[in-house]
Structures are given as C-alpha cells and as structure tokens.
C-alpha cells in the first residue's frame, strides 16, 4: 500500500485519506521531519530553476486534464495549451507526462495539508484541532473539486515511486499525528486511524466528486451538517 491510505466504502467508493498508512511510519518523528523539509526545499528549488510560475501554470493544467480526461488519456499537448506553454517548454521542465503528475500530486498533497496544519496551528485542544483541519480539508476541495479527482487518480495509480511515497508520508506525518493525539487525550474513539479517517473523510470526498462530475454546489448549511456528522461518528464525548 502507498503512502497515502486507501480504502473501499460500501458502495466502492475509492477514498483517498490525508493521513499516511500507520504501518509505513518513519523510524522516528525527526526523520518525517527531515524529509518534510527536504520536500519543502525541493519545492523552493524548483521555484527558482524555472522561469516566471510556468511550473505552476504546468501543475495546474495537469490536474485539469487528468480531472477531465483521466490518467490514460490526459495529454502532455494539451496541459501545454491549458498552461499556454509549447510542448517543448514541458519537457524541459520534465522527462515526460508521468513527471508532470507526479509534481502536480506531491505539490498538492503539500499545499492541502499546509492549509490544513495551519488552520489548526491556533487551537488548543485536540477536538479543535481536527475539527478545523477537517473543515480546511473541506473548503478546499469543495471550492476545488477537481483536486480530489486528481488526487484520487494519481494516489491509486502506479506513477508514484518509493521516494514519492516517502515524501507524501512526510507530508502526511503532521495530520497523521492530529489523530494519534486525539485518540490518546480521550478525545477520539479507540479505533484504528484508518477508520476514524474514513469516517472523517469520506462524506466530503463523496460530495467533492459529485460536485466535480455534476457541478453541484453545496449550500453552506449542508455542508455543516456534513462535518458535524463527520466529527460525531468519531469523537467520544457527544457533548
């Protein structure tokens, strides 16, 4: 299994959840840490080789062509004419389409879960935390629906190799550890990370890909009463 957790709901639903695969944990907190920040640095250095913010023009039209196309069919021509960039630019930058993927997941997977930390970052208490996490998690990918198509698409396929699959633990180390927090203080349910994840994140995902594939806009209200399911099904004191 990668190193984001997968799972299969009821109905078959493929959810791809933020939180690194327990199993596949580093030898210690400091080396996550390490490698999180050597992503980070990866993610500086590449900012500076290439010119203007073609590269993220470049990520950008690949989770559009994949969201669209699919991971068979999507097309280097055209993520070159959705970043309004010739062919040849692309592969200068990369060695070919699977290299474009594999830099639009991991920049993603970085920039959702930073968005995810940060928000949590004020709060004191575990239930806080996770709770603002989630509904980070959740504006996000409800104002960006094609990202969870993408994620999903890439995460479940065979493009990411064992390095990328160290940096998206890394990634996945912080969130991982909201839960392990959370499930220590009492403020969780004894239960497996992957099923307290699955509980949190599946509702949302659903209704992401049900916006992407049928441009349905969730109202605010619904999307409330989404996440307070969400938290119920796992925390322990319903008070």
Known sequence: MGGSYRSKTDDGMTVLLWFANPRRNFRSPDHALAVRKSEEQRQRD????????????????????????????????????????????VYRYYADKN???????LHLKFDLSRAMLEA???CATSKDKIRTALRAFANHVLANPQHVIFLETVGTATILGPEDLQKVAAIDADLNQLLND??????????????????????????ARRAAH??????????????????????????
């Open 46 to 89: 590449v900012a500076r080789t290439k010119s203007g913010n073609k590269d993220a023009q470049l990520r950008k039209a690949a989770i559009e062509e994949v969201a669209e196309h699919g991971l068979a069919a999507a097309s280097v021509n055209r993520m070159a004419d959705r970043a309004e960039v010739s062919v040849g630019t």
């Open 99 to 105: 290299a474009v993927l594999r830099d639009a997941y």
């Open 120 to 122: 949590a970052a004020p």
């Open 182 to 207: 959370g499930i220590a203080d009492g403020t969780l349910r004894p239960a497996p990370i992957e099923a307290i994840a699955t509980m949190l994140l599946a509702p949302i995902i659903h209704t």
């Open 214 to 239: 049928q441009s349905i806009r969730q109202k605010p209200a619904h999307v409330d009463e989404i996440l307070e399911m969400c938290w119920y099904s796992v925390a322990r004191d319903h008070k």
